[in-house]
C-alpha cells in the first residue's frame, strides 16, 4: 500500500497533481470530456495521477501508459437523481488486475444516504487493505450543506476516521488550515467548478499553504483555453513552489506563443 500511495504522491515533496477526468459517471459526456482520446491523453503523462471511472481506463487509455490511476469505485445515480444514493460500483479484483494506486469513493455527510456512502467507503477500506490499495474519501457537498470549514472538517475527519488513507475535499476561504491540520491523512484539494485561471491558481496555492497534499483539478485544466499549459502552471505552483502570479505567467506567455504562431501560420 505504501508503494501505491508513492505513486500517487512524488516521495520527493510528499505532494500531487491529480488530474480529474471521473466526471461522466454521474453527468454524462462533461463539457471537455466529449473525446477523451483527444482533448485528456495529452495531459495524462504530465500528472502525477489519473482519476478517471474503470470504462475509460480500458476503452481509452493506453495500456502502456506511467501515470498512476486513481479510479472512481462508486456510482448509481446521474445528475437526474439523488445523488447519495451511490453504491459500490467495481469488484476489488477488477481493480488489482487494472493495477491502480487507489480507489475512490463518494461519502456524502449529511447526505439523504449518508450511512449507506459511510459503509461503502469502510467497505472498500477493508477490500483494499486485503489487496494493498488505498482508498480516497471524497467529500460531496449537495445543494443542502454549506461548504464552510466547520463542515468540512466534520466530513474529512469522519473519512480518515473510518479507514481513508487520503480524503479530497473542497478549499474554503476561511479557517481552511483548521480542515487540513485536524485530518489526520493527507487531504488533496478538489477543483471544483471552472474559475478565472488566476482565481483557480491562487485558491491551489492557498491550498498547498495551508496544509494540503495537492489538488485534483478537472474542469480547471480541461476546459481552459490551453489545458496542457494550465496543467504545467498547477504543477510549477504545487510542486515546485511557484507563486501564483508566477505560475500565470506561464500560463500567459504559452498561450501568448501559441497565439503568435497561429497568426503566422
Do not use: W
Not at 485528456?40 to 501508459?65: K, N
Not at 474554503?172 to 493527507?186: G, I, L, M, N
Not at 488533496?188 to 485558491?203: C, N, Q, S, Y
Amino acid at each position: 500500500m505504501s508503494n501505491r500511495l508513492a505513486r500517487v504522491f512524488r516521495p520527493q515533496t510528499g505532494r500531487t497533481v491529480m488530474l480529474a477526468i471521473d466526471h461522466g459517471y454521474f453527468q454524462g459526456p462533461t463539457t471537455g470530456l466529449e473525446r477523451v482520446d483527444v482533448s485528456i491523453l495529452p495531459l495524462v503523462p504530465l500528472a502525477d495521477a489519473l482519476m478517471c471511472t474503470r470504462g475509460i481506463l480500458r476503452s481509452v487509455v493506453p495500456p502502456s501508459t506511467r501515470t498512476p490511476v486513481v479510479m472512481r469505485a462508486s456510482g448509481g445515480p446521474s445528475i437526474l437523481k439523488e445523488l447519495s444514493d451511490e453504491q459500490i460500483a467495481i469488484d476489488i479484483e477488477d481493480a488489482a488486475r487494472l493495477n491502480v494506486a487507489a480507489l475512490a469513493v463518494q461519502v456524502f455527510i449529511g447526505g439523504e444516504h449518508e450511512t449507506q456512502s459511510v459503509h461503502n467507503m469502510t467497505r472498500l477500506v477493508d477490500l483494499g487493505l486485503r489487496f494493498g490499495i488505498p482508498v480516497m474519501g471524497v467529500t460531496a457537498v449537495g445543494k443542502q450543506l454549506t461548504r464552510d470549514a466547520k463542515y468540512l472538517r466534520l466530513a474529512c475527519r469522519i473519512c480518515a476516521e473510518l479507514g481513508a488513507q487520503f480524503v479530497k475535499t473542497y478549499y474554503c476561504d476561511e479557517d481552511f488550515e483548521t480542515v487540513t491540520s485536524s485530518c489526520p491523512v493527507p487531504i488533496v484539494m478538489a477543483g471544483g467548478k471552472k474559475l478565472p485561471e488566476l482565481d483557480a491558481l491562487t485558491m491551489a496555492h492557498r491550498a498547498v499553504v495551508e496544509g494540503a497534499a495537492g489538488v485534483d483539478m478537472g474542469r480547471n485544466i480541461f476546459q481552459s483555453d490551453i489545458p496542457d499549459v494550465m496543467m504545467r502552471a498547477v504543477i510549477a505552483l504545487v510542486q515546485d513552489g511557484a507563486r501564483p502570479e508566477d505560475a500565470l505567467e506561464i500560463y500567459r506567455s504559452s498561450r501568448g506563443a501559441r497565439s503568435g504562431q497561429s497568426t503566422r501560420s
